[in-house]
């Protein structure tokens, strides 16, 4: 079983710029790759940005050139952190950390509000 603890999100003024981190521990050899989702009110949870074990990476259109995801590996854990820039009303949702193992199975952190408003 893999353990999530994310961190980051809060509240983010139009233009500025959001960090979110997620440090999975345990099963770390199982997990093929790690990522974002969001889900904003009304809406279906939608992928935002996902890093493979062999760091290729996936990005939805509305964030691409605004979004970078990165992976660091311990021997215990792997980090994955999301770095948004010019963030506008449209990015503000729950942000839910995801993990997918080898066999398809997959785990989601709790989530962290991010509210995008001057």
């Known amino acids: 079983q893999v353990q999530l603890v994310e961190s980051g999100g809060g509240l983010v003024q139009p233009g500025g710029s959001l960090r979110l981190s997620c440090a999975a521990s345990?099963?770390?050899?199982?997990?093929?790759?790690m990522g974002w989702h969001r889900q904003a009110p009304g809406k279906e949870r939608e992928l935002v940005a996902q890093?493979?074990?062999?760091?290729?990476?996936?990005?939805a259109d509305s964030v691409k050139g605004r979004a970078t995801i990165s992976k660091d590996n311990t021997r215990s854990t792997v980090t994955v952190v999301l770095q948004m820039n010019n963030l506008n009303p449209e990015d503000a949702a729950v942000y839910y950390c995801?993990?997918?193992?080898?066999?398809?199975?997959?785990?989601w952190g709790q989530g962290t509000q991010v509210t995008v408003s001057s």
């Open positions: 995801n993990v997918v193992e080898y066999g398809a199975r997959m785990t």
């Open positions: 345990g099963r770390v050899g199982q997990i093929y790759a």
């Open positions: 890093i493979t074990r062999d760091d290729t990476t996936t990005y």
